[in-house]
Every structure is written in C-alpha cells, then in structure tokens.
C-alpha cells in the first residue's frame, strides 16, 4: 500500500486501483499507463514538480496526451517563471520515484495545480505512487483532498 492509497482510504475517498505490468524501457510512464489500461490519454494525467523563480515549488497535473505550460502555471502561482523540477529533486521531495509520483500523500504537501480540462471528467486517473499503479478518482475529490487549483496548464 502506497501513502496516496494510504490518503485516500483516511479520507473515505472512493477511487478504484488499477495495475499494469511496467515496462522498465519505457520512458512516458503516463502514456504508458493509458495504453495499458486501455484508457483514453486525456483522462490519464501526469503529476509533475515545478520550481518558481521565487523558490516555491509547485504539483502540477496535465494530461499525458498534452505539455505543461509553464508561463501558465507561473502566472497561476504568481510567479514570473516556473521550469520543471529535477528528477531526483522531485523524488526527494515527494518520497515517489519519477514515473510514480502521486500528488496524493506526499512527503510534503505543496501548492497544487490541475488543469481545468479535469473537471469536465467523471473520472480522472492519476499515479498510485509507484509505477504500474493508477487511481481513479472524481476530480472534485482529488481537488478537495490536495486544495488542488483547476487552471489552464495544458498546451497540445
């Protein structure tokens, strides 16, 4: 059990788990994800770490299917410039390993941003903290239990 299943079950969230045999030469864990399970890419989103040039990081969640925005997601934060966290600074911070990251049960709890295409969903599917391990979840639970802001991040 991961601490994002461990958050989940404390908050008396519903969400349902879903595995897939990881391919360890995969490099897009999300697209991956999707193939996997059969979902379609614009429900699957990806959590990623950004740092602010005021020194803040940041969670943001985009689509697989789809790139963050940075000046977007600075602009949302209040900051000038935002530029994506190194990887073993992410996993330092979050306690994931890439790939795996969850924006559920985080070591620390950081601002979150999630692009606003989430909430037309009925379901989204973010990382279960390892990879191979997909939540699926309503958006209006994962924004109630991350304080998430639903924001325009996505560039296609």
């Known amino acids: 059990m991961t601490p994002a299943v461990r958050a989940l079950e404390a908050a008396g969230i519903d969400f349902h788990l879903t595995e897939y045999a990881h391919d360890p030469r995969a490099e897009a864990f999300g697209e991956e994800a999707a193939k996997a399970l059969g979902l379609a890419s614009q429900t699957v989103f990806k959590t990623l770490l950004a740092k602010l040039d005021d020194g ?3 969670v943001a ?12 997601l600075a602009r949302a934060a209040g900051a000038r410039k ?5 990887p073993a600074f992410a996993e330092r911070t979050t306690g994931y390993v890439v790939g795996g990251i969850s924006p559920l049960g985080q070591k620390k709890r950081l601002q979150t941003f999630l692009d606003d295409s989430a909430m037309a969903l009925s379901t989204l599917h973010v990382s279960g903290g390892r990879r191979g391990l ?5 958006p209006d639970d ?11 991040l996505a560039r296609t």
Do not use: F, N
Request: hydrophobic share 60%; glycine share 6%.
């Open 56 to 58: 803040r990081l940041v």
């Open 61 to 72: 969640l985009v689509p697989v299917s789809a790139r963050l925005d940075l000046k977007a």
């Open 82 to 86: 935002a530029t994506l966290a190194e």
């Open 134 to 138: 997909e939540i699926g979840l309503a």
């Open 142 to 152: 994962l924004v109630a239990l991350t304080g998430a802001r639903p924001v325009t």
